[in-house]
């Protein structure tokens, strides 16, 4: 480990994190949350929600994914999205809805402030992000796609936001 420069758990937890959360609103996939968790540490990100029945660690099949990042990412259980987004705001976070809908930001047009934290919500596999989270989001962001499916894993578009985001900042 120390050739590779990687961090300890207790480093990790104690390290500096990019201010932003991520909300997994009703995502049903354990690999989704292990592979979320997994990223989610790549990126050294503040927190992640799980909302509603989105699965929770501890799990076999979310530490297959995660690799251990369920003990180096903090995160938090919400009933329901609509709380978790109220967490955030309460904590001063902007929210954005990763989602395809009209009037959303090109994931590349999109400007953050790092000193401004962010909170982005990941919705259902099938039906997305729930209408009434939509309504509440700061705004939402779309990852343009030229493809028949217009859909990406949850997991794969957590990796891309995240490392679009930190590109540039």
């Given amino acids: ?73 903090h995160w938090q259980h919400f009933t329901n999205t609509i709380d978790a987004v109220n967490e955030a705001r309460s904590k001063g976070y902007k929210v954005y809805a990763i989602e395809q809908a009209h009037n959303s930001i090109a994931l590349q047009d999109f400007s953050w402030n790092t000193a401004e934290p962010v909170a982005f919500v990941f919705g259902n596999e099938v039906s997305g992000v729930q209408e009434a989270v939509m309504e509440l989001a700061d705004g939402c962001i779309e990852i343009p796609q030229w493809g028949a499916k217009h859909s990406l894993n949850i997991s794969v578009t957590v990796g891309v936001v995240l490392w679009e985001l930190m590109r540039r900042h």
Avoid: W
């Fill in 1 to 73: 480990m120390d050739e590779l420069e990687r961090k300890s758990v207790a480093e990790m937890k104690a390290g500096e994190k990019h201010p932003v959360i991520l909300i997994l609103d009703d995502v049903r996939s354990m690999h989704n949350v292990g592979s979320t968790f997994r990223t989610g540490d790549a990126f050294a990100v503040e927190s992640i929600f799980l909302c509603g029945y989105t699965p929770q660690p501890p799990h076999r099949d979310i530490h297959k994914t995660a690799l251990g990042a369920t003990e180096t990412v």
